[in-house]
């Protein structure tokens, strides 16, 4: 019997409507979560298309819409409640310039924004809460916060604000994940973080609410998300030193921003209730309050069927066929900018550098023995005998999210486990007994961590193990809640030298350049991957040539191309994002490409639809 259906009827004799592997995962250093979408086009309805017409029980995120349609007329005020799933509390730091995981930034999404947003291109746009003006060098920009635009105590949100973010960030003692590429562009600002300038020379506030920012280099990435639009309000934070900033009770305790809601109580890493900020700048919200709860993935489909909840941050798509008629709710739908991976640790990251220090001699180190653990599994299928069709088999590391770089004529690596076997065996790693040594003739034992979830998380993770071993490789697994797992892969910049491999997620980013996740000094560089000819077109995928669309996409290509051949990490699936929403919420919206803001959301009723089935 085929290992994945061994695993497939290893699911369903354990399913219990509980979540997949849906994990949260932290976003790359360009994530920008925005309560400000931007118009997408409408598709057929759950209702409309419940199963292809083939009915082989396989579906398509084409099948959804990523804008709920609205029944019924909105009654004054009401409130909802928000299901963030996770089987883990969520970290609390709540405050975009520290912030590294996707369970804070839901919680961040309802309170604060920032300044800009952008359009279904990921370019950044004059519609948000500030504007701005580009010189014709495209060098520098000023900013312009538009007058309404005030924190939540009623101060007024200025260009010091914003100004105050950035020299944070690029202090020394920033203890946060966003000081990368993107800020050391800045003109002044690695003077600045090496304490040889005590100001960011690049940075110059005009007036209250004017703010200019010079860079070395115009880049394309510049207006696709690599300019820093959330500030941090000085008023607060201006007297607490920077190292404690991430820590205090401001971030955890009582964060404000200037977003549609803000935040009346918190019970750390389980509910938040906001309520409506009536001085929000696009107008009143609809809502009087929002209720936003962690909800263990084991309990999802019970709340969302007795109204317990009214929409969730995320869905076990596995779960979707047992409840695709669920009557009191509507199912969105769109592509997530996200990916899963398998990842290889190849080195450590250096804290004084700043910077990934690579380890010719680490036990991943050996692209062949990385190339066959990738021949090995077949994601393909895991696509749909775990998920339906609604993940699918990842090829290259820039998803479809972003059909204008994503490589759709990369095959990536096919699988093709008796090849996985030969190149091991032509690479030295023989079989002794059940399992293989290395070329050495030690013992090879991989140690491979993998993230706890709902039903799907620990059978997906032991198909990845079986797979290995069906080559002969010694896998040994540890299944570890989420934040363990990021602190053990490296997100605090300690490598655990007890992980050899490890299953992880991504966000990406609205730009495509993948530095932030990739480059050498990205602290989410978690597999510590690092090689000139990845330098070469990392700098070339910013520079001025690649303006050049199709400059640009060429280097992407090559760059996707690069890590298919060099694997530090391999992509497992591309992921459809399905959410639930029910019936009685109107105006509301998921992913990019949509123009329906948080503010507008309202309720037909007082009380939620309950399932009738």
């Given at each position: 019997m085929p290992l994945l259906l061994v695993f497939a009827l290893m699911l369903g004799a354990c399913s219990n409507n509980g979540n997949s592997n849906e994990t949260n995962t932290p976003s790359s250093t360009e994530e920008e979560a925005s309560t400000a979408p931007t118009e997408g086009e409408d598709s057929t309805t759950p209702a409309e298309s419940e199963k292809p017409a083939e009915d082989d029980g396989l579906?398509?995120?084409?099948?959804?819409?990523?804008?709920?349609?609205?029944?019924?007329?909105?009654?004054?005020?009401?409130?909802?409640?928000?299901?963030?799933?996770?089987?883990?509390?969520?970290?609390?730091?709540?405050?975009?310039?520290?912030?590294?995981?996707?369970?804070?930034?839901?919680?961040?999404?309802?309170?604060?924004?920032?300044?800009?947003?952008?359009?279904?291109?990921?370019?950044?746009?004059?519609?948000?809460?500030?504007?701005?003006?580009?010189?014709?060098?495209?060098?520098?920009?000023?900013?312009?916060?538009?007058?309404?635009?005030?924190?939540?105590?009623?101060?007024?949100?200025?260009?010091?604000?914003?100004?105050?973010?950035?020299?944070?960030?690029?202090?020394?003692?920033?203890?946060?994940?966003?000081?990368?590429?993107?800020?050391?562009?800045?003109?002044?600002?690695?003077?600045?973080?090496?304490?040889?300038?005590?100001?960011?020379?690049?940075?110059?506030?005009?007036?209250?609410?004017?703010?200019?920012?010079?860079?070395?280099?115009?880049?394309?990435?510049?207006?696709?998300?690599?300019?820093?639009?959330?500030?941090?309000?000085?008023?607060?934070?201006?007297?607490?030193?920077?190292?404690?900033?991430?820590?205090?009770?401001?971030?955890?305790?009582?964060?404000?921003?200037?977003?549609?809601?803000?935040?009346?109580?918190?019970?750390?890493?389980?509910?938040?209730?906001?309520?409506?900020?009536?001085?929000?700048?696009?107008?009143?919200?609809?809502?009087?309050?929002?209720?936003?709860?962690?909800?263990?993935?084991?309990?999802?489909?019970?709340?969302?069927?007795?109204?317990?909840?009214?929409?969730?941050?995320?869905?076990?798509?596995?779960?979707?066929?047992?409840?695709?008629?669920?009557?009191?709710?509507?199912?969105?739908?769109?592509?997530?900018?996200?990916?899963?991976?398998?990842?290889?640790?190849?080195?450590?990251?250096?804290?004084?550098?700043?910077?990934?220090?690579?380890?010719?001699?680490?036990?991943?180190?050996?692209?062949?023995?990385?190339?066959?653990?990738?021949?090995?599994?077949?994601?393909?299928?895991?696509?749909?005998?775990?998920?339906?069709?609604?993940?699918?088999?990842?090829?290259?590391?820039?998803?479809?999210?972003?059909?204008?770089?994503?490589?759709?004529?990369?095959?990536?690596?096919?699988?093709?486990?008796?090849?996985?076997?030969?190149?091991?065996?032509?690479?030295?790693?023989?079989?002794?007994?059940?399992?293989?040594?290395?070329?050495?003739?030690?013992?090879?034992?991989?140690?491979?961590?993998?993230?706890?979830?709902?039903?799907?998380?620990?059978?997906?993770?032991?198909?990845?193990?079986?797979?290995?071993?069906?080559?002969?490789?010694?896998?040994?697994?540890?299944?570890?809640?989420?934040?363990?797992?990021?602190?053990?892969?490296?997100?605090?910049?300690?490598?655990?030298?007890?992980?050899?491999?490890?299953?992880?997620?991504?966000?990406?980013?609205?730009?495509?350049?993948?530095?932030?996740?990739?480059?050498?000094?990205?602290?989410?560089?978690?597999?510590?991957?690092?090689?000139?000819?990845?330098?070469?077109?990392?700098?070339?995928?910013?520079?001025?040539?690649?303006?050049?669309?199709?400059?640009?996409?060429?280097?992407?290509?090559?760059?996707?191309?690069?890590?298919?051949?060099?694997?530090?990490?391999?992509?497992?699936?591309?992921?459809?994002?399905?959410?639930?929403?029910?019936?009685?919420?109107?105006?509301?919206?998921?992913?990019?490409?949509?123009?329906?803001?948080?503010?507008?959301?309202?309720?037909?009723?007082?009380?939620?639809f309950v399932d009738g089935k």
């Amino acid at each position: 019997m085929p290992l994945l259906l061994v695993f497939a009827l290893m699911l369903g004799a354990c399913s219990n409507n509980g979540n997949s592997n849906e994990t949260n995962t932290p976003s790359s250093t360009e994530e920008e979560a925005s309560t400000a979408p931007t118009e997408g086009e409408d598709s057929t309805t759950p209702a409309e298309s419940e199963k292809p017409a083939e009915d082989d029980g396989l579906y398509s995120i084409d099948d959804f819409s990523n804008v709920k349609k609205n029944e019924g007329e909105p009654i004054k005020g009401g409130s909802i409640t928000f299901g963030l799933v996770s089987d883990t509390p969520f970290e609390g730091t709540l405050n975009w310039n520290f912030y590294s995981g996707d369970p804070d930034s839901q919680v961040l999404s309802w309170f604060d924004e920032g300044l800009l947003t952008w359009d279904e291109s990921y370019v950044y746009t004059n519609d948000g809460a500030a504007t701005y003006e580009a010189s014709e060098d495209g060098r520098t920009f000023t900013f312009t916060i538009k007058d309404n635009v005030n924190w939540q105590d009623g101060k007024p949100v200025t260009a010091e604000d914003w100004l105050f973010a950035h020299e944070v960030i690029g202090n020394p003692k920033y203890d946060g994940p966003r000081y990368d590429s993107s800020f050391t562009n800045i003109v002044g600002m690695t003077e600045y973080h090496e304490g040889k300038a005590k100001t960011i020379s690049g940075i110059e506030v005009l007036n209250e609410k004017q703010l200019k920012i010079t860079y070395v280099q115009s880049t394309p990435s510049l207006l696709t998300g690599g300019i820093w639009s959330y500030p941090l309000a000085k008023h607060i934070f201006g007297n607490i030193p920077v190292e404690k900033i991430s820590s205090s009770p401001e971030v955890r305790e009582k964060p404000i921003g200037f977003g549609p809601y803000k935040i009346e109580s918190i019970v750390p890493g389980e509910s938040v209730v906001f309520t409506k900020n009536p001085d929000y700048w696009r107008g009143e919200p609809g809502l009087d309050k929002v209720v936003l709860k962690v909800i263990n993935p084991t309990t999802v489909i019970q709340q969302l069927e007795s109204g317990g909840v009214d929409l969730v941050d995320s869905f076990p798509v596995d779960q979707y066929p047992d409840n695709a008629d669920m009557t009191n709710v509507e199912f969105l739908g769109t592509i997530d900018r996200a990916y899963t991976y398998i990842g290889f640790k190849l080195g450590k990251w250096d804290a004084a550098a700043g910077k990934v220090a690579p380890d010719d001699k680490a036990k991943m180190a050996d692209v062949n023995l990385r190339k066959a653990m990738w021949l090995a599994v077949d994601n393909d299928q895991v696509g749909k005998q775990f998920y339906h069709g609604l993940r699918w088999n990842a090829t290259t590391l820039i998803p479809p999210s972003h059909p204008e770089y994503h490589d759709a004529t990369n095959p990536g690596v096919k699988y093709d486990p008796e090849a996985a076997k030969k190149l091991l065996d032509d690479a030295g790693y023989k079989l002794n007994g059940d399992y293989r040594t290395n070329p050495d003739g030690s013992e090879l034992v991989i140690n491979f961590i993998s993230m706890t979830g709902g039903d799907i998380a620990e059978p997906l993770a032991r198909y990845y193990v079986q797979s290995w071993k069906a080559i002969g490789l010694n896998v040994q697994l540890e299944m570890v809640e989420f934040n363990t797992f990021y602190d053990r892969v490296g997100a605090n910049g300690e490598d655990d030298p007890k992980v050899d491999v490890y299953q992880g997620a991504w966000s990406v980013g609205i730009d495509v350049d993948p530095s932030g996740l990739y480059g050498r000094d990205a602290i989410y560089n978690f597999p510590r991957f690092a090689n000139e000819e990845q330098d070469k077109l990392l700098a070339a995928g910013i520079s001025k040539e690649a303006f050049d669309v199709k400059v640009r996409q060429d280097i992407y290509k090559k760059w996707q191309q690069l890590m298919v051949e060099e694997i530090p990490v391999f992509p497992t699936l591309y992921r459809a994002v399905l959410v639930p929403v029910n019936k009685r919420v109107l105006n509301y919206a998921i992913g990019d490409g949509t123009d329906v803001y948080l503010y507008q959301l309202a309720v037909s009723q007082d009380k939620p639809f309950v399932d009738g089935k």
